[in-house]
C-alpha cells in the first residue's frame, strides 16, 4: 500500500545546532530533491545508486538563489525506513536555511508530513508492527533511563514476537476443530478433547503469564510514585507545595486539614516524579477522615517511595510508630520536619524511637526550604541507584494492549468451558476465533483507520 503523495519534514529536533535534516519520503522523492540540488561536479540525483551521499547545494529553482552548502542521501524503495524512496537533505546552515529548504520541498511537489506519518508509512508497507511502531514513539519520548531500556526490549520486538507464537498455536487448533466441523460424523475420532484441551490450556496460562510480566506503560512514563506520609498536622501540605513551587495544596495549623489525596507530577533534576500527599495518618474521628487515612495507607503501600514526615523537635509518640509500621523502611526517606523551629531534639534521640533503617534520615524544614535540596538529591540517588529494579520480564502495555490480551484469555476461558459442558465444536469455535481475532489486533492487523491515526498522532513531526 504505497502513498502517491510525497510527504517531507524537518526530522532533527529544532535547536540551535548547526546541523539538521529535512526528509522527505514517497514516489516523487528523489524527483522534488533533484529539482532543488545543484552538484559542483554535475551529479543528477534521478541517477545516483541507491544508499549514496552527495555534495552540493540547495537552490532555489525560480530565483537561483543559494540557500544552504547541503549533504544529501538518496535511498531508494523498498529497503528504506518507509520501503519507499527517501532523500534526506543534511543541513548546515542553521535554522534559517533549514525551514526555508523544507518550504521548497512543499512549493515543488511536497506535502508536509503529519506527526508520525514515516512512522505510519513504515507500517501500513509492512516495514514495521504496530508494536515497533509504538516503541519509536516511546522511544522518542522515553524520560527516564528505565523506560528507555523498556521501550528498546519492545522496539526488538519482544510483545510481537509473543503474540506471533501464541496466534500460531491458536491456529493449529483452530485447523484441527475446522476437521470436526466438516466431518461431524467423525467428531470423537478425529477430535480428541483432551488433547485440545491441553493445549488451550497451555495458551491461556502463557497470556496470564505475560499480563503478569507487564506494567502499565502509562505510569512508568509519569515517572516514579512518591508519596508524602505522616501524622496531622507534620507539614505533609506544606512540602508538597515546597515541591511542586507552587501553593497546590491547602496549608493550616489545623491538623486534618487535607481529607483525601492530592497528586502532583513534579521533576526532581530531570526524574519524572508522581507525588501523593495523604490525608494525615491517626485515629479517625468522622467517615470522612476514615476514608482519607484508608487512603493514605493505602497510597503508601503502592508507591515506589514513601517520604515519611515526623517533627524533629517533638519527641516521636504512637501515632509516628504506627505508620512506621505501615512504611517499608528500605523505601522510605524519615524526614525531621520544623527543624527550623527552637528545640530539635538530637538526632539520635529520635532514631531511638523510630528505628535506624531508613533509606535515609533528613533534617528540614518544608517552612523555609531548607534541606530541600539534600532531599532532592537523595531522591535522585535512591532512584538512579536502582531501588528500583529492572525487571528482566517486563514488558511496558497500554490500558488498551492490556485489556485486549485480558479479553482474549477470558475467549479461552469461553472456549474452555463450553468444552467442558459438552457445547457443539462450532460453538467452541466462535470463541476461539474471537480470541484470534484479538491477537490479530494486538498484532496490528486489520486496525482501523481511527486506532491507526491515534497511536501516529501524537508523535512528533518528523518521525
Ligand atoms: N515552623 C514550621 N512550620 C511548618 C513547617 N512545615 C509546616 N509547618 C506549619 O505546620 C502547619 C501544618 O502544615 P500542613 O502542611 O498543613 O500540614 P499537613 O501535614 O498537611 O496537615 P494535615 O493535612 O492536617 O494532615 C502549618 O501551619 C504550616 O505552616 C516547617 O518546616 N516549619
Ligand atoms: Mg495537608
Not at 475420532?189 to 495458551?203: F, N, Q, Y
Request: with cysteine.
Amino acid at each position: 500500500m504505497h502513498s502517491r503523495e510525497t510527504i517531507s519534514a524537518i526530522s532533527t529536533p529544532l535547536g540551535k545546532s548547526g546541523i539538521g535534516i529535512v526528509r522527505l519520503s514517497g514516489p516523487e522523492a528523489i524527483d522534488i530533491a533533484g529539482k532543488l540540488f545543484r552538484s559542483p561536479h554535475g551529479v543528477d540525483l534521478a541517477g545516483v545508486e541507491t544508499h549514496t551521499l552527495h555534495y552540493g547545494f540547495i537552490r532555489d529553482p525560480d530565483t537561483g538563489g543559494r540557500m544552504d552548502e547541503v549533504l544529501v542521501s538518496v535511498m531508494r524503495a523498498p529497503s528504506t525506513y518507509t520501503r519507499e524512496d527517501i532523500v534526506e537533505i543534511n543541513c548546515h546552515g542553521g535554522i534559517v536555511p533549514l525551514r526555508e529548504t523544507l518550504e521548497l520541498t512543499h512549493e515543488h511537489g511536497a506535502r508536509p508530513a503529519d506527526p508520525g506519518e514515516f512512522t505510519k508509512r513504515a507500517f501500513l508497507n509492512g516495514r514495521i508492527t504496530l508494536d515497533q511502531a509504538k516503541s519509536v514513539k516511546d522511544l522518542v519520548d522515553a524520560k527516564t533511563q528505565l523506560s528507555l531500556e523498556l521501550a528498546v526490549e519492545r522496539l526488538e520486538g519482544r510483545f510481537s514476537e509473543f503474540l506471533s507464537r501464541v496466534r500460531e498455536e491458536l491456529t493449529s487448533v483452530l485447523a484441527e476443530i475446522e476437521v470436526a466441523i466438516d466431518f461431524p460424523d467423525y467428531e470423537d475420532s478425529v477430535v480428541p478433547r483432551d488433547a485440545l484441551r491441553g493445549k488451550l490450556e497451555k495458551i491461556e496460562g502463557d497470556i496470564d503469564d505475560f499480563l503478569g510480566s507487564s506494567r502499565d506503560g502509562k505510569i512508568l512514563k509519569e515517572g516514579h510514585r512518591v508519596t508524602i506520609v505522616g501524622k496531622p498536622n507534620v507539614g505533609k501540605s506544606t512540602l508538597l507545595n515546597r515541591l511542586l513551587k507552587e501553593e497546590r495544596a491547602i496549608v493550616s495549623a489545623t491538623p486534618g486539614t487535607t481529607r483525601d489525596t492530592i497528586e502532583e507530577e513534579i521533576e526532581v533534576n530531570g526524574i519524572p516524579l508522581a507525588v501523593t500527599d495523604t490525608a494525615g495518618i491517626r485515629q479517625p474521628e468522622n467517615e470522612i477522615e476514615k476514608q482519607g487515612v484508608a487512603r493514605a495507607k493505602e497510597q503508601s503501600r503502592k508507591s515506589d517511595l514513601a517520604l515519611f514526615l515526623i517533627e524533629a523537635n517533638e519527641k516521636p509518640g504512637p501515632e509516628d510508630r504506627e505508620i512506621a509500621e505501615e512504611l517499608d523502611d528500605e523505601k522510605t526517606i524519615l524526614l525531621l520536619n520544623k527543624s527550623d523551629l527552637d528545640g530539635n531534639l538530637p538526632r539520635s534521640q529520635l532514631l531511638d524511637k523510630m528505628g535506624e533503617d531508613w533509606a535515609e534520615v533528613i533534617a528540614i524544614s518544608a517552612k523555609t526550604g531548607s534541606g530541600l535540596s539534600d532531599l532532592e538529591d537523595s531522591i535522585t540517588s535512591l532512584i538512579w541507584g536502582g531501588e528500583i529494579e529492572k525487571d528482566e520480564s517486563l514488558v511496558l502495555l497500554d490500558v488498551q494492549e492490556k485489556d485486549l490480551l485480558r479479553k482474549a484469555k477470558e475467549d479461552l476461558a469461553d472456549a474452555l468451558e463450553a468444552m467442558d459442558r459438552g457445547a457443539p465444536v462450532d460453538l467452541i469455535e466462535v470463541h476461539l476465533r474471537d480470541a484470534r481475532e484479538k491477537l490479530g489486533k494486538l498484532l496490528g492487523e486489520d486496525v482501523s483507520e481511527e486506532i491507526l491515526g491515534r497511536v501516529f498522532a501524537d508523535f512528533c513531526v518528523g518521525k
